[in-house]
T-cell receptor, first 116, second 114 residues
Framework: QKEVEQNSGPLSVPEGAIASLNCTYS??????FFWYRQYSGKSPELIMS????GDKEDGRFTAQLNKASQYVSLLIRDSQPSDSATYLC????????????????FGRGTQLTVWP | EAQVTQNPRYLITVTGKKLTVTCSQN?????MSWYRQDPGLGLRQIYY???????DKGDVPEGYKVSRKEKRNFPLILESPSPNQTSLYFC?????????????FGPGTRLLVL
């Protein structure tokens, strides 16, 4: 089983809509959860991090974490064409033999297009 | 300016010719990591280092070596590159492994192995 799975997309929403991006992760002792945005030809940039169950809001972005369901999501409210990018979910998973605190697992990404 | 730099940015080489991709950060970060990104496979971690002289394998370490002799530098070495190592490589750093929320990525190195 893959460590981190994302809805494959591509996802296309109109400007002003809510974009919903989903991510599930394997059954490990997961520590930290991240959402990165990557524009075409650029390096990833962190937009949200979340560590405990519930919602975390930052501007138009809301990350939601449900550890019991092994699920983390990102909502983008009032989507803008500038939000068009690939969104990467990343999970810092521990629980394997030895210390793996430095391991970071990425999903394959979901490509989002926001059309005017 | 706080940054992670990688060199070279683009490289074309031939199978078997040893190469090194350098990574340097100016933020006094303890944690550094290398990733490769391939279409359809996403970002996969190659090696990481939690501090000087402390390195560990990520998901796809085969065919790569790293060293961390000083805090600011974390070079990626391909002793005998093969075509399946053609990829986009990213170096990243953060203050510590517990501070991954501030992980900075370098601009990437695009490698083609013929």
């Amino acid at each position: 089983q893959k460590e981190v799975e994302q809805n494959s997309g591509p996802l296309s929403v109109p400007e002003g809509a809510i974009a919903s991006l989903n991510c599930t992760y394997s059954d490990r002792v997961s520590q930290s959860f991240f959402w990165y945005r990557q524009y075409s030809g650029k390096s990833p940039e962190l937009i949200m991090s979340i560590y405990s169950n519930g919602d975390k809001e930052d501007g138009r972005f809301t990350a939601q974490l449900n550890k019991a369901s092994q699920y983390v999501s990102l909502l983008i409210r009032d989507s803008q064409p500038s939000d068009s990018a690939t969104y990467l979910c990343a999970v810092n998973i521990d629980g394997k033999e030895g210390s793996t605190l430095g391991r970071l697992y990425f999903g394959r990404g979901t490509q989002l297009t926001v059309w005017p | 300016e706080a940054q992670v730099t990688q060199n070279p940015r683009y490289l074309i080489t031939v199978t078997g010719k040893k190469l090194t991709v350098t990574c340097s950060q100016n933020m006094n970060h303890e944690y550094m990591s290398w990733y490769r990104q391939d279409p359809g496979l996403g970002l996969r971690q190659i090696y990481y280092s939690m501090n000087v002289e402390v390195t560990d394998k990520g998901d796809v370490p085969e065919g790569y070596k790293v060293s961390r002799k000083e805090k600011r530098n974390f070079p990626l070495i391909l002793e005998s590159p093969s075509p399946n190592q053609t990829s986009l490589y990213f170096c990243a750093s953060s203050l510590s492994v517990g501070a991954m929320k501030t992980q900075y990525f370098g601009p990437g190195t695009r490698l083609l192995v013929l």
